[in-house]
Nanobody
Framework: QVQLVESGGGLAQAGGSLKLSCAAS????????VGWFRQAPGQAPDKERE????????????YYGDSVRGRFTISRDNAKTTVHLQMTELKPEDTAVYFC???????????????WGRGTQVTVTS
């Protein structure tokens, strides 16, 4: 069973940066599409999580949500065992729990993700 673990969350000031990482245990990600999603405080549990960024298995195709485009960058390392989300120019409205998700079926947008991490908290203060 694939387990995804997010790391790198924490507290940042507006205008600052954070880098999130998503690692899979027992899985190399090599053929997976990976996405980052977020759920803002107070958001109803049944409301769909916001898509932040997605990256295909090759790293050549990426997608960004409108609210983060130009500020966040998704990437995967050479060994394709970790996917990163570099967040810059952070805003208080970026405060959320950030989740990574993966899917190994090779489809690119739309993606129905098979595996989800437990999330990491990002808090941005003004």
């Amino acid at each position: 069973q694939v387990q995804l673990v997010e790391s790198g969350g924490g507290l940042a000031q507006a205008g600052g940066s954070l880098k999130l990482s998503c690692a899979a245990s027992g899985h190399t990600f090599s053929r997976d599409v990976v996405g980052w999603f977020r759920q803002a405080p107070g958001q109803a549990p049944d409301k769909e999580r916001e898509v932040v960024a997605e990256i295909d298995w090759s790293g050549k195709s990426t997608y960004y949500g409108d609210s983060v485009r130009g500020r966040f960058t998704i990437s995967r390392d050479n060994a394709k065992t970790t996917v990163h989300l570099q967040m810059t120019e952070l805003k208080p409205e970026d405060t959320a729990v950030y989740f990574c998700a993966s899917d190994s079926r090779g489809l690119w947008r739309p993606v129905t993700y098979q595996n989800w991490g437990r999330g990491t908290q990002v808090t941005v203060t003004s």
